[in-house]
Each structure stands twice: as C-alpha cells, then as structure tokens.
C-alpha cells in the first residue's frame, strides 16, 4: 500500500476550472477529502522535495496534520509555519516571521508555499511568497467559504496598513489551488454566512441559478457544486481583466455601501454581513434609479434569510445604534478605490446583470440607506 497515497484518487464528483492569466494558467480542483491529496497533486511538479505550509493557529489544529501526511507520503519534507489568527495578524510583521521561517530553513526558488487556510492567511502567504526570493511557487488550499470562492482565485494578494486596509501587496497567481469543501464542516455558522454574502453577490452579478442553490435546504445542499458555480463568476470576471483596470469593478457589487458601512463601525463589524446589507442597500438603489423591479429587493433579502444572514443594521449586534444616512454616505468618499470625483456604484438590474454608475444623486443614497440602517 506504500505508494497508493502518491496517486492522486479519481473522485467521479471532483471539479477541475481552469483560471487563464496573462502568463499561464493554473487549475482549481475542487472537491470532498482533496486535502489528503495535496501531495500527489505537487509530486509531478518541477519543485524541490521540501515544502512550506502556512496556516493560523485556529486552522492548525483541524487541518495540518492531514496536510503534512499527504506532503510527506509524496516524498517532501514538510515545514509548517503557524501564524496568529486575525485580520490584525494581516500585516508586515507577520510577513516579516515568514520570511525569517523560510529563510532559516532553506526555501529555494522552487520550494513551493502553501496556504492552508482563510483570506488572511491566504493573503500573507502568497504576499511572502511572491516576494521571498523575488517569488517561489504558490499553492492556495483555502478553508473558509469566503477564500473558497473569493479570495484564493484572481492573484490578488497583501496586508493591511496602519494607513487602511490591503495597501500593500502584489499579484501572485497561484501555481494551483485545491479546495477540500469538508474543510468546511468545521467552519463557524457565521463564517459560512459571510461566505455565502459574496456567494450571493456572485449570483446577482452573473449567476441567478447561483440564487436557488443557496435557497436549497442545509441538508441536501451540494457543497462542491455550490463553490464551483460561485468562483466560476469570479474566474469570468478575472480572466477579462487579470490586473483589475477595468471589469472587475463589477466584483464590487454591494462593496461600494458596504465599506462604508465597515468604516462608521470601525471595523467592528464582519465583512460579510456589512456586504450583505450592502446588497440589499444596492439593489434598493437600482429600484429608485428605475434600473430594477421592486422584486429585486424582496430576491436579495430571500437569499440573504437563507443564508442566516443580518437583514438590518440592528440584527447585526452593533454596539452601536445605526449611524445616520449621511454618515455612511461621508465615509464612502474615504474609500481608496473610488476614483475622479464621482462615487461608482454597482448597480444590479436583475439576477445575472448589473451596470457600472456614476452618476447616482446623493439624495437616492442615502434613501436607499435607510432601507438598512434601522
Ligand atoms: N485576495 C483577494 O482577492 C481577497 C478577496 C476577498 C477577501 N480577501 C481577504 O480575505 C480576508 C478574509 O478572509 P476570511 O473571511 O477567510 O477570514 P479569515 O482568514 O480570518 O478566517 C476566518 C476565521 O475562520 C478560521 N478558520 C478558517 N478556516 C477554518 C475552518 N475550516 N474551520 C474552522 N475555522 C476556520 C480562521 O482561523 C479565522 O479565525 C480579508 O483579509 C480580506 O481582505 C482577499
Ligand atoms: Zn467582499
């Protein structure tokens, strides 16, 4: 039985989507146990027989061992870095303790760096590795919904600065990503709601099909199936505009109010629910803009119920009572991705469609504001 572990198992109800770029093209593979293939997936690349797993200490524990039996019966010799677990860990000081751990143990050019884990530790690690030695390869093998169908596909990778967030960073694609949907049997429930916010939002921008699935019941709800429809939007969207100049803004959808949103809560609010109350707020707007039907809205709220999801400011235990329209509207001109003197907002007209404006009158702003902030 000694080199059956090697082989990579065919399993009938893995998905393979293909991610191109302006320099290649690098495979998902998505499915349930892939964790314990990790390592015959990289045996038949040209790296050396040492690798790097990046995880945080919440993951650790779950997941690492899995991860470095599966490496060392491929014949590598596995090295696992375990950073702090947070958002607050996102920066340059824990980018600083991986380079030291991989430098003390000898990474070379073609050591690849794996990222066991959520966003965060997906965004450190593929920022070390695309600068460490001017680049080693990377591997995403992503543990929350959110880097399943978000974060672990378009090369975007960095850390946060005292100054905001992600102002650091760098494009890195990754050599492949495998993402183990069991992984998410361990997930917080709000975790998973975060992660079905952008899932949502994926259906409003390409997907309505996207929609009903989220709506199926708990129970028979095909995970592999469900991420590989969310992150197909993403790769559309990202192999139209691999550097983010243009297209890509559509991913934006929600994010626009949500930020903001974020910003008057002083981070003290999780990102998935502001995006589902950016949602919401967005397709009230297209309603008054008279780009959608008033069953938009009602569409948007069905699936953010589904998915346990805040419908309100008050549902989200705020420390704070809602801000006033006004407020939110003054944070959203801080927001580094606004551009020119205008506020972009991503306007969904129906399931599947949505239109890029900029010309939206503060006054529909802030009325589609109130919708939420209650
Ligand atoms: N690079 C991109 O394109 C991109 C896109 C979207 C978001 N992001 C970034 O992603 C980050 C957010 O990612 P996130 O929501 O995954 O947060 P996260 O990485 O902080 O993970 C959330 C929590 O879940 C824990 N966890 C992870 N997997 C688990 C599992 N399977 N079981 C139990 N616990 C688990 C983590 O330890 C953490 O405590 C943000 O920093 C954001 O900026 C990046
Ligand atoms: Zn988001």
Redesign the pocket.
């Given at each position: 039985m000694g080199g059956e572990m090697t082989r990579v198992v065919q399993d009938a109800d893995m998905k393979t989507l293909w991610v191109r770029h302006p320099s290649g093209q690098y495979p998902i593979y998505i499915g349930r146990g892939l964790r314990h293939e990790v390592g015959a997936r990289l045996a038949g690349k040209p790296y050396t027989r040492s690798a790097f797993i990046v995880t945080?200490?919440?993951?650790a524990p779950?997941?690492s061992e899995d991860l470095v039996h599966s490496l060392s019966t491929a014949r590598f010799t596995a090295h696992l870095v375990v950073v702090p677990?947070?958002?607050e860990h996102?920066n340059l000081n824990t980018v600083q303790d991986l380079y030291n751990a991989f430098l003390d143990r000898g990474i070379d050019r073609s050591t690849p760096v794996l990222a066991l884990?959520?966003?965060?530790?997906?965004?450190i690690t593929?920022y070390a590795a695309a600068t460490v030695l001017r680049g080693v390869p990377f591997i995403q093998v992503?543990?929350?919904?959110?880097?399943m169908v978000?974060?672990?596909?378009?090369?975007?990778?960095?850390v946060?600065m005292p100054q905001g967030?992600?102002l650091v960073?760098a494009f890195k694609f990754p050599d492949m990503v495998i993402v183990d949907t069991e992984?998410?049997?361990?997930?917080?429930r709000e975790?998973v709601a975060?992660?079905m916010a952008?899932v949502i939002k994926h259906g409003l921008i390409a997907d309505p099909g996207l929609l009903e699935m989220v709506s199926a019941p708990e129970e028979v709800r095909d995970w592999p199936s469900l991420v590989a429809r969310a992150v197909q939007v993403k790769i559309d969207i990202v192999e139209q505009d691999p550097f983010e100049q243009g297209r890509r803004a559509v991913l934006n959808l929600g994010h626009t109010f949500a930020h903001a949103l974020e910003r008057v809560a002083n981070y003290k609010l999780r990102?998935?629910f502001a995006v589902g109350l950016g949602l919401i707020a967005a397709a009230r707007l297209a309603v008054l803009l008279g780009d959608a039907r008033e069953e938009l809205v009602d569409t948007v709220i069905d699936a953010l119920r589904t998915a346990h999801l805040p419908l309100c400011w008050s549902a989200l235990d705020a420390p704070e009572s809602p801000p006033i329209p006004s407020h939110v509207w003054e944070a959203m001109w801080t927001d580094k991705k606004r551009r020119g003197k205008a506020l972009r907002f991503i306007v969904p007209c129906e399931p599947g469609r949505v239109i890029v404006r900029s010309d939206v009158p503060k006054s529909l702003v802030l009325q589609a504001l109130e919708v939420i902030l209650c």
């Open positions: 945080d200490e919440h993951v779950l997941y677990a947070g958002e996102k884990g959520g966003g965060v530790v997906g965004d593929g992503p543990t929350t919904l959110l880097a978000d974060a672990s596909v378009g090369g975007k990778t960095g946060d967030k992600n960073g992984t998410l049997q361990t997930l917080p975790e975060c992660g952008e990102h998935g």
